[in-house]
């Protein structure tokens, strides 16, 4: 059932830089973005999912997967980021603080006649697009969505049912998101109000990036109260690692002095970043070609620079997993042993699970195991991103055995 061959690892040995961006993702930033989610009337802390048994039968003190798939009625994670960006560009350009940009004033007369509308512009395999265009809907404003190729019926729709215009194109991800910044300068070209609200950062394009990371940075706030003490050890998944990056990020300043041990995730088809790790010279690597993985929301072949540069500084070890990894996390989590929650995790939110797994219950992981010190007295948290976000496919992975 676990084979060497499920997935490959490189521990972090490339040289450190400046750890400019480590800032970004402080506990003081984080807490104007959980403060300005908490005037949402949908919020509600997401549960932290105890998997008292899951723990004993894989050697390790505790395991505890935050469960994203309740997030704002929208199934994942990634409203966090889309919204919280969104205020902070609209606070930009009335020259106030996001403080003062809260759901209230947000969805108010007043910012109509101060502000405006906006056009935001997104590229996505899903999640992302569904929070940007839900976040739109909810504060007056108007979507442009751009999905990939082989992106399904149930996600576009869930799009287009908060009135974003939304297409699926002929390209991959990374492609959506060239044509996603063309047509918004087409937009601003002819003096119409418009930006892209895009979770990767590039050269003169970070931003709006890092706004969304701060967005993110909510879960991991709530997770650390929920869990009341410092986690040994965190997995998480990475597309353009955004959301590894905020991560990461928050808990490297949470624990300045003792971080915990922290264990990227990646589909093995767009790998970039152990890539960029086996390569170990510090620079990032691109992924690029036909991108097929039940794990849509991964396949993404460009890093994000600012996400980058605090992973090779913070990351213990990188992970490219092929999909049984996520097909399994998926099981084990939706049926678990008796006596722990089950967890309704999709492809991306249950990679990181899947990995766990396969460490501490393949002797072809033994090594690994030991290079990170996973063992009886390891605290593990885990993200699981998205729920059923495609429930065909869920579906067919769960009850049918189909990885596809």
Known sequence: MFAKNDFKYKMNTMPQSDDKNLSLMSETEIKKARKFHESFPQYEVTPLVDLKEMAKYLGLKKVSVKDESYRFGLNAFKVLGGSF???????????????????????????????GQTTFFSATDGNHGRGVAWSANKLGQKAVILMPKGSTKTRFDNIQKEGAKVTIEEVNYDECVRMAAAQCKTLTDKGESAVVVQDTAWEGYTE?????????????????????????????????GSLAGAVVGYFSNKYKDNPPKMIVVETSCADCLYKGALANDGNPRIVDGEMNSIMAGLCCGEPSTISWDILRNHVSAFISAEDIVAARGMRMLG?????????????????????????????????????????????????????DTDPIRWKNIIWEAKER
């Open 85 to 115: 960006a969104m205020a902070k560009y609209i606070a930009s350009k009335l020259n106030r603080d996001v403080s003062e940009c809260d759901y209230n004033y947000l969805t108010s007369d007043n910012l109509k006649k101060e502000f």
């Open 208 to 240: 709006i990036p890092t706004y969304i990371m701060q967005g993110y940075g909510t879960m991991s706030s709530e997770a650390v109260e929920q869990l009341g003490e410092r986690p040994t050890h965190i997995f998480v998944q990475a597309g353009v």
């Open 335 to 387: 049926s678990p042993l008796k006596g722990d929650k089950p967890i309704v995790s999709g492809e991306s939110g249950a990679v990181p699970f899947g990995a766990l797994a396969t460490i501490m219950l393949s002797d072809d992981f033994k090594e690994l195991r030991e290079e990170l010190d996973l063992n009886s007295n390891s605290n593990v948290l885990l993200f699981s991103t998205e729920g």
